[in-house]
C-alpha cells in the first residue's frame, strides 16, 4: 500500500472514530486524557486528509509527499492535468484550515479586547482581591482568558452562594485560566458547528469542564462544587461573553458534572494509558507516513 493510501485510511477512519469518542463516557473518568485524544484524533484527521490528496498529486515523483514537495518547484511538469488540480485541492484544504485557525484565533482576541475594556469601566476591583465583580443581579461566573486572565463574578453570584461553594467556583475558573483550556477549544471552534463538529464541541468543551472540576477539587470539597453548580442551573443567570469560558451551562452537562461530583468513580489507569498512547500513535503515523517513499 501506498503512502498517500494509508493516510487516506487513517482519514477516512478518524470520522467514526469521532463520533464513537463523542458517545465515550470512559473519558469522563480520566478527562485530561480524553482531552489529549481529542487533540490527536483532530490533528491525525488533518494530516492524513492534507498527507493524502497531496501524496496522491506527487505520486508521479516517486519520492512521498515531504521529498515530493521539496522537488515540486523542478519537477512539477511531470505532473498531469487532474494530479495538478488534486495538488491544489490539498493545499487549498491546508490553508483553510489554518486560515479558519488565525481568524477564529484573532476574532476571539478582538473579542477579549473589547471585554477587557468594558470590564475596567464597569467592574468593581476593590471588593474582592481575586476577582472583578459585576453589579449586576443575576449569577455570573466567568474567565476570560490570556497573559493575564480575568475571573469575573457578578454581584448575583455572591449573593447565590455562601463562602465555600463561591471558593469552589473561583478555584473551578482558576484551573480555566492555568491551563488555558481556551486554547483546546480553538481548533475545534474554528470549523463550522455542525453535525459531527458540532458533537465533537460539545464532548470537548464538556471534558474540559470536568478537568477544571478535578483541578478545583485539590482546594475545595465536590460537595461545595455541586451545590454551586446546581445552584446556577436553577437561579436565573446572565450568560458569559462568547470569549469567556463560564462555570456552568443549562443542560445535560451540568447534571452530568454534579453526578460525577458525587459519585466519583475509579480513575481508569489502563485506559489512560492506552489513551495517552493512542494519542501519540495518532500524531506519529501520519507524520511518519507524510516522510515514506
Known amino acids: 500500500m501506498t503512502a498517500w493510501a494509508a493516510l487516506a485510511l487513517i482519514a477516512l477512519a478518524t470520522v467514526p472514530a469521532a463520533g464513537l469518542l463523542a458517545k465515550a463516557r470512559w473519558t469522563w473518568r480520566t478527562p485530561r486524557a480524553g482531552i489529549v485524544l481529542w487533540q490527536a484524533l483532530g490533528l491525525a484527521w488533518g494530516l492524513a486528509t492534507i498527507g493524502a490528496l497531496v501524496g496522491f498529486a506527487l505520486e508521479p515523483l516517486g519520492r512521498g ?9 523542478d519537477d512539477g511538469s511531470l505532473l498531469s492535468l487532474p494530479r495538478q488540480l488534486v495538488l491544489l485541492a490539498g493545499m487549498a484544504f491546508a490553508g483553510s484550515l489554518i486560515g479558519s485557525l488565525l ?6 482576541l478582538r473579542a477579549r479586547a473589547r471585554h477587557r475594556a468594558l470590564l475596567r469601566l464597569i467592574a468593581d476591583r476593590g471588593m474582592r482581591a481575586d476577582a472583578l465583580v459585576l453589579d449586576h443581579p443575576q449569577a455570573a461566573a466567568y474567565c476570560v482568558p490570556g497573559v493575564r486572565s480575568k475571573i469575573v463574578i457578578s454581584k448575583g453570584t455572591l449573593e447565590l452562594l455562601d463562602d465555600g461553594e463561591l471558593e469552589a467556583v473561583l478555584a473551578h475558573e482558576l484551573a480555566h485560566a492555568r491551563e488555558r483550556h481556551d ?7 474554528s470549523l463550522p458547528r ?6 465533537i464541541l460539545d464532548s470537548v468543551a464538556l471534558l474540559i469542564e470536568m478537568r477544571a472540576d478535578d483541578r478545583a477539587l485539590r482546594h475545595r470539597s465536590p460537595k461545595e462544587l455541586a451545590k454551586a453548580l446546581l445552584r446556577f442551573a436553577t437561579a436565573p443567570s446572565a450568560s458569559a461573553p ?3 469560558l463560564a462555570v456552568a ?31 501519540v ?12 517513499h
Open 194 to 199: 455542525i453535525g459531527l463538529v458540532a458533537r
Open 65 to 73: 509527499v515531504l521529498h515530493g514537495l521539496f522537488l515540486l518547484p
Open 103 to 108: 481568524l477564529s484565533g484573532f476574532r476571539v
Open 281 to 292: 500513535l495518532l500524531v506519529l503515523t501520519p507524520l511518519a507516513l507524510w516522510s515514506f
Open 183 to 189: 486554547l483546546v477549544l480553538l481548533p475545534f471552534t
Open 242 to 244: 462568547s470569549c469567556a
Open 249 to 279: 451551562h443549562e443542560g445535560s452537562a451540568v447534571m452530568a458534572r454534579v453526578q460525577r461530583l458525587l459519585n466519583p468513580a475509579p480513575r481508569p489507569l489502563l485506559a489512560r494509558s492506552a489513551a495517552l498512547l493512542t494519542s
